[in-house]
Structure formats: structure tokens, C-alpha cells
């Protein structure tokens, strides 16, 4: 296999309960941005848009993101182990990218074609931090929605998500199943 096909292969969703203390390098996260800015974009709209997180600004964002938890649930559906999770994961984290996405104003590409780059430049980032052994993963809450309240968007952005980042420790099995490739395939000849 070459080292494509194994990093391709070996990339796994990484959560924060599984992280260590490990500090990230701001050379590695400027890297990781990098290459996502290379992602392949219609129309050279480059929608993708991050908000990097840490220290300080990951604990707010936990009270941010657990506080609306507790707005919008209902006391019967509350959950505070949920409640409690919200607030460990960004503390656990090193990094949280919020994944957002700005629209061209123009519109001149439908938005699913905005949020397929968008999540191009993820993968992008993901496979980064495989080839370089660091756990990570994309969470998308419901949550998501209220991050106008946090963030300042510019005008048509939106956030898609957190991308969870930290070291762990390499002897952790990561599992992960795949149905096989060629039933999703039909060829024509
Ligand atoms: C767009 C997107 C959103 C995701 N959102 C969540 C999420 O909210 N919670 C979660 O546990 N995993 C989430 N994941 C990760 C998937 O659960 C994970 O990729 C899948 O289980 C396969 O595992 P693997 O990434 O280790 O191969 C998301 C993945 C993608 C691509």
C-alpha cells in the first residue's frame, strides 16, 4: 500500500474522553489549515471558514454550548450527564476548530456545493492529523445553530460542526467498520 492508501485507511474518529495532555504545536494547527485551504472548490468560491479554539476561549465555548443544552431542553428530556459531557469534551480537547462555512454572496454554486468543499477541506485536516498521529473528529450538534450567539459570522456564515483535536495515546484499539466497497458500486462497460 502506499503511504496514501494507509493514512486513507488508518484515519479514524478520535474523541476527546481518549485524549492526553499533550500540547498541540500552533506550527501543526497552521499546517492543518493549510492544507485544508487546498481543497478542491467550485468556481474558486474557497467557502470554508475556522475559528480556532483554545485555552480560555474552549471553556467558554463549553459553558456557551452547554447553557443553550440547558435552554432548549425540555426538564423531562434534560440530560445531565449529557450536560456534563458537553463541558469535559472542549476541556478535554487541546484544539476545537469550529467548522464554518460562508456562502459566496453571489450564489453562483448551489450550497451543497459549498458545504462538499467545506468538508473536503475537513478531510483534509483529518488525514493530517492521522499522518501525524493526532486524534480528532467532527462533531456536529444540534447546538450548531445557535452559534451566531457566539461567534460574530460575517454576513452568509454558518457554523457545520467542532473538530475535536488531541493527542492519545497509540496503543488504543481504533475500531471501525465499513460495509464493502463494491456493493455501493456499479460498473457500466
Ligand atoms: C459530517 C460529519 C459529522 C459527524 N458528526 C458526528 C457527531 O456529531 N458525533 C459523533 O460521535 N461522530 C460524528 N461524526 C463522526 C462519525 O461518527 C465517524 O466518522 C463514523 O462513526 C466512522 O468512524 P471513523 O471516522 O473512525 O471511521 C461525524 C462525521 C462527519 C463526516
Not at 16 to 41: C, G, H, R, S, V
Request: glycine residues 4%; hydrophobic residues 40%.
Amino acid at each position: 500500500m502506499s503511504n496514501i492508501d494507509e493514512i486513507i485507511r488508518q484515519r479514524r474518529s478520535v474523541f476527546p474522553p481518549q485524549y492526553n495532555d499533550k500540547p498541540i504545536a500552533k506550527e501543526f494547527i497552521i499546517k492543518l489549515l493549510e492544507n485544508a485551504n487546498w481543497a478542491p472548490t467550485h468556481r474558486l468560491t474557497e467557502p470554508w471558514r475556522f475559528k480556532v479554539l483554545q485555552g480560555n476561549a474552549k471553556d467558554k465555548l463549553g459553558k456557551f454550548l452547554s447553557d443553550t443544552y440547558t435552554d432548549i431542553t425540555t426538564d423531562e428530556a434534560f440530560s445531565p450527564f449529557k450536560h456534563k459531557k458537553i463541558i469535559n469534551n472542549c476541556k478535554s480537547a487541546q484544539v476545537i476548530i469550529a467548522i464554518c462555512i460562508q456562502r459566496d454572496l453571489k450564489q453562483r454554486v448551489p450550497e451543497w456545493e459549498e458545504i462538499a468543499s467545506t468538508a473536503m477541506a475537513v478531510q483534509n485536516m483529518w488525514l493530517t492529523c492521522a499522518a501525524n498521529d493526532v486524534g480528532c473528529y467532527w462533531s456536529s450538534p444540534k447546538l450548531i445553530e445557535y452559534m451566531g450567539d457566539f461567534f460574530d459570522f460575517e454576513e452568509g456564515e454558518r457554523c457545520l460542526g467542532f473538530f475535536y483535536m488531541g493527542y492519545y495515546d497509540k496503543e488504543e484499539d481504533l475500531d471501525s467498520k465499513r460495509g464493502a466497497a463494491m456493493e455501493k458500486v456499479k460498473w457500466l462497460e
